[in-house]
């Protein structure tokens, strides 16, 4: 079978989660119960199958169940197209996060060559009102989805401007010291760049060619320096030229680090800052579900889903819509809510798992259909 799914979950001693095996299909799946019961620590384990540090950007050793803190591990089942593969990551008490891929030791980015994950939480929905730093990593997000290289770029372009903000802190004037360090910020600087505006045109694209209940949401590049450079010469040049500015501040002041998300509720003309909060969680599964559509086409398959109590914000009839979407687009997504009423609209579409939670440690059972 084609198509991108996990058709088997296992957690041992993840979070709240002692162990927990889910066997799954294609379909979406419904995972309910109570606030704290551990929903959620499900979708987190799926996120860290793709590169990154997941839907709640924890440390390997803040994911151990405590109070054993015995390590942790995550191992799935993968459809990937026309390939099956056996994915699983760990952390020993104290280590670094290991990734094999069919018993082979394996880099994050490699996670992401073989399945793409996408995932909206409750901490997104003040993303176009809270600073730069979060509309970044969204941005990123969805860029990794499309290009997995992106993450080493931006990887690289922090560590040089790492070392040379250490320049800059201790007052070092010597040109010497920085021209390799601004070379290295410029090549992947301009990559980084060049990937986001990709992604963006990819969502463009995606939201102008779908009928959808959701709002259509102009989006733009924004820098607080203006037209700025992306290009890795100018980069470089504009590096060098404002070492006395980025002096005086004590950190670099120019590049990619400093980029912003635009949105604008085509609709209405109106900045998403301005929108209503419903009108922003709207605006948020639009871009979800463009970045989905993008994927299907690029990728060959809708990407992997994860809504964390996404319906619980939206009224029954915007909710069917979402499940419609869904369907239509063949992704299996697994979605969070507090009652199994929130997914009836799904019917027989969707897998229903219930999560118990006992003293600290949670129980998963299969439920069959909504």
Same mark, same amino acid.
């Given at each position: 079978?084609?198509?991108?799914?996990?058709?088997?979950?296992?957690?041992?001693?993840?979070?709240?989660?002692?162990?927990?095996?889910?066997?799954?299909?294609?379909?979406?799946?419904?995972?309910?119960?109570?606030? =704290?019961?551990?929903?959620?620590?499900?979708?987190?384990?799926?996120?860290?199958?793709?590169?990154?540090?997941?839907? !709640?950007?924890?440390?390997?050793?803040?994911?151990?169940?405590? #109070? &054993? =803190?015995?390590?942790?591990?995550?191992?799935?089942?993968?459809?990937?197209?026309?390939?099956?593969?056996?994915?699983?990551?760990?952390?020993?008490?104290?280590?670094?996060?290991?990734?094999?891929?069919?018993?082979?030791?394996?880099?994050?980015?490699?996670?992401?060559?073989?399945?793409?994950?996408?995932?909206?939480? #409750?901490?997104?929905?003040?993303?176009?009102?809270?600073?730069?730093?979060? !509309? !970044?990593?969204?941005?990123?997000?969805?860029?990794?989805?499309?290009?997995?290289?992106?993450? &080493?770029?931006?990887?690289?372009?922090?560590?040089?401007?790492?070392?040379?903000?250490?320049?800059?802190?201790?007052?070092?004037?010597? +040109?010497?010291?920085?021209?390799?360090?601004?070379? @290295?910020?410029?090549?992947?600087?301009?990559?980084?760049?060049?990937?986001?505006?990709?992604?963006?045109? @990819?969502?463009?694209?995606?939201? *102008?060619?779908?009928?959808?209940?959701?709002?259509?949401?102009?989006?733009?590049?924004?820098?607080?320096?203006?037209?700025?450079?992306?290009? &890795?010469?100018?980069?470089?040049?504009?590096?060098?030229?404002?070492?006395?500015?980025?002096?005086? +501040?004590?950190?670099?002041?120019? =590049? #990619?680090? !400093?980029?912003?998300?635009? +949105?604008?509720?085509?609709?209405?003309?109106?900045?998403?800052?301005?929108?209503?909060?419903? *009108?922003?969680?709207?605006?948020?599964?639009?871009?979800?579900?463009?970045?989905?559509?993008?994927?299907?086409?690029?990728?060959?398959? #809708?990407?992997?889903?994860?809504?964390?109590?996404? +319906?619980?914000?939206?009224?029954?009839?915007?909710?069917?819509?979402?499940?419609?979407?869904?369907?239509?687009? =063949?992704?299996?997504?697994?979605?969070?809510?507090?009652?199994?009423?929130?997914?009836?609209?799904?019917?027989?579409?969707?897998?229903?798992?219930?999560?118990?939670?006992?003293?600290?440690?949670?129980?998963?059972?299969?439920?069959?259909?909504?």
């Amino acid at each position: 079978m084609s198509g991108l799914f996990l058709s088997e979950l296992k957690l041992s001693h993840f979070r709240s989660h002692r162990k927990a095996v889910l066997d799954l299909d294609p379909r979406p799946v419904a995972i309910y119960g109570p606030n =704290g019961a551990g929903k959620t620590n499900i979708l987190e384990a799926i996120s860290l199958l793709s590169p990154g540090r997941g839907l !709640r950007r924890a440390a390997a050793d803040d994911l151990v169940r405590r #109070p &054993e =803190g015995l390590g942790w591990k995550v191992s799935a089942v993968l459809q990937s197209l026309h390939q099956v593969h056996e994915v699983e990551t760990w952390a020993e008490a104290g280590g670094a996060r290991v990734v094999r891929i069919d018993d082979k030791a394996a880099t994050q980015v490699a996670l992401g060559r073989i399945a793409r994950i996408l995932w909206l939480v #409750p901490s997104m929905d003040r993303l176009w009102i809270e600073g730069a730093d979060g !509309r !970044r990593r969204f941005l990123d997000r969805i860029t990794l989805s499309f290009e997995p290289t992106h993450a &080493e770029a931006v990887l690289a372009y922090e560590k040089a401007m790492r070392e040379r903000n250490r320049l800059l802190k201790d007052m070092v004037r010597d +040109a010497h010291w920085y021209a390799a360090l601004e070379a @290295q910020m410029a090549a992947s600087g301009a990559t980084i760049w060049q990937n986001r505006r990709f992604a963006v045109a @990819q969502l463009l694209d995606a939201q *102008e060619a779908a009928e959808t209940a959701f709002p259509v949401a102009d989006l733009a590049l924004g820098q607080p320096e203006g037209d700025a450079p992306e290009d &890795e010469e100018g980069l470089k040049a504009a590096l060098a030229e404002g070492r006395a500015r980025d002096l005086a +501040a004590g950190r670099t002041l120019i =590049g #990619p680090h !400093r980029g912003d998300l635009e +949105a604008t509720f085509r609709a209405k003309g109106v900045p998403a800052k301005d929108c209503s909060t419903g *009108e922003q969680k709207a605006l948020l599964i639009s871009l979800i579900l463009a970045n989905a559509r993008a994927l299907a086409r690029d990728f060959g398959a #809708p990407p992997i889903l994860l809504l964390d109590e996404v +319906a619980a914000h939206l009224d029954a009839t915007r909710r069917a819509a979402l499940y419609d979407e869904i369907c239509a687009l =063949g992704a299996q997504a697994f979605m969070t809510g507090t009652g199994a009423e929130l997914f009836d609209e799904l019917g027989q579409r969707a897998q229903t798992i219930e999560v118990h939670d006992a003293d600290g440690t949670s129980t998963v059972v299969a439920k069959g259909t909504p």
